[in-house]
């Protein structure tokens, strides 16, 4: 694929998912607590190799899936989650296609932690 070729579809795939990113509500990126006692947070480590930004969803095993935001690379991103309990996955779209967390299960109030180098889920409760 050449350069502009490549460039061309980042703009038309990312644009997209940045805009509705960027409009959605109840997320947020960077370090802190967004809303204590609120919902469950959804931690995403982007601590890939040459990492880029990467468009974070989550996705109930049954429901709908919900784009939670973007992570910029070698970032850290936290999110605020109000799903119901069950099992869930993560998916990050970064240039390359989808990367997919291993399925957790969420509970009212967790706290899940992905690390996206080891693909390992971490869940606990929130203090």
């Known amino acids: 694929m050449t350069h502009a070729r490549r460039s061309a579809w980042i703009r038309a795939r990312w644009i997209p998912l940045l805009v509705l990113a960027a409009c959605s509500g109840g997320t947020r990126t960077g370090g802190g607590d967004p809303t204590p006692g609120a919902g469950s947070l959804i931690i995403v480590e982007n601590n890939r190799p040459g990492s880029t930004a990467i468009q974070v969803t989550i996705v109930p095993q049954a429901g709908v899936r919900q784009q939670l935001g973007v992570v910029e690379g070698g970032q850290t991103g936290t999110f605020t ?14 240039p390359d296609g989808e990367k997919l967390s291993e399925r957790f299960r969420l509970v009212s109030n967790s706290t899940v932690r992905w690390n996206m180098v080891t693909n390992n ?3 606990g409760t929130r203090r």
């Open 81 to 94: 989650y109000e799903g119901t309990s069950g099992m869930y996955h993560l998916i990050a779209l970064t």
């Open 121 to 123: 889920v971490i869940v």
